[in-house]
DNA sequence: GTCTATAACGGGATAGAC
DNA sequence: GTCTATCCCGTTATAGAC
């Protein structure tokens, strides 16, 4: 077990992280190599002993980012004994996604803001990874379709990309918000899904 | 009344389209004026008869942007009559704000897309026009608490940033779903506000 | 109104010194 | 590992012809 970073590795994550920051504030066309090697104190030049590329540079902060989200969410679910009901699987789902998107705010936010805007190269490169922790969403709706425990006309298709959309946008703007915690946040999120904000047999 | 259009007003108008389509596609960076101009069949240079830069041009397509969406609810709003409850009006907003965004895909998806990624003259340039529309909902909300219309452990605050980030999130997927209707859609959007998606007297 | 030509600049990427 | 120097290209914007 090699705990020990090699100065490569280090200043390679350092890198890194520079380019998540700036890709997820100003995007990955709005962000020159340079602005990135400032941030680590190089020159632009420099990068280039540890990216091939900038294309590569976004693949990677992509590759990380839907590593750290699928497997936080993964590490919630986990949490969770074999009864659980469909409502603490979906608030543990929610609460891995929303940790990791708030936590690791500039890996996440830098690949939910350039989503589709983006070289089509560097995009279809993380299509597959995308895809696999999408189709995780999708199973836990099926079943809690086979299940009963979710009402008949919901569209569950249409009830993941509403719950994927309000989760995604609070990276856009969690950063004004000090006052709650991310724990709390991701609570009321998942009740607003589950049970509407309506007052109970309320309609007015 | 002046319907007939001048050929200065058309093509004003076309190159505006066009700068919102790639826009959005592709980000404010990551368009030149010359696939601006490419799209409508002229020369980068003949752009500046029309816009006095690429930030006037977006700056025009934010403007544009902002003006549909909230036109577009008010009119939803207005078809309301005086008793109309907290749901009739939740629903005709997110109807208003769903047909405006999926409608004008090219203009809203544009100023949705490109949001904190732009120079900050542009941004700031928009945000009164963002915050007298953002200022409509939360006066939604609040008559909506003070008529005892909604759970009061529903955070108001984080409900409308829920909602909001659903309905701009569909501007990223809705191209791949062609057979909903836009009206279904905002309908079912707002059924799983109100309402959650959990069976009634349901907790599994 | 639109064209062509061009100025002025910044971008990504490479080569070789150290 | 990082620097400097440089190549080559695309970008925004302007000027003047038509």
Redesign the interface.
């Given at each position: 077990m090699q705990l020990m970073q090699t100065k490569r590795e280090k200043t390679h994550r350092m890198v890194l992280d520079a380019a998540a920051k700036l890709f997820s504030?100003?995007?990955?066309?709005?962000t020159s190599l340079k602005s990135i090697a400032e941030a680590v104190n190089m020159q632009a030049g420099s990068l280039y002993y540890h990216f091939s590329s900038k294309d590569q540079l976004m693949q990677d902060v992509l590759n990380k980012s839907i590593y750290i989200i699928y497997s936080t969410v993964k590490t919630e679910m986990n949490k969770l004994d074999e009864a659980a009901?469909?409502?603490d699987k979906l608030k543990a789902a929610i609460r891995g996604h929303m940790i990791a998107i708030l936590t690791y705010a500039d890996y996440t936010s830098a690949s939910i803001?350039?989503?589709?805007?983006l070289p089509d190269a560097v995009h279809y490169a993380s299509q597959p990874a995308r895809d696999e922790y999408e189709q995780f969403w999708r199973a836990l709706f099926e079943q809690a379709e086979i299940?009963?425990?979710?009402?008949?006309?919901?569209?569950k298709h249409?009830?993941r990309?509403?719950?994927?959309?309000?989760?995604?946008?609070?990276s856009?703007?969690f950063n004004a918000q000090q006052n709650t915690s991310v724990e709390a946040?991701a609570a009321?999120?998942a009740?607003?899904?589950?049970?509407?904000?309506?007052?109970?047999g309320?309609?007015?």
């Open positions: 504030e100003q995007g990955y066309h709005g009901s469909f409502s803001r350039n989503y589709g805007q299940a009963g425990a979710i009402r008949a006309d919901v569209d249409l009830l990309l509403s719950i994927f959309g309000s989760m995604n946008w609070s856009v703007w946040l009321a999120q009740d607003i899904f589950l049970h509407g904000c309506l007052k109970q309320q309609n007015r």
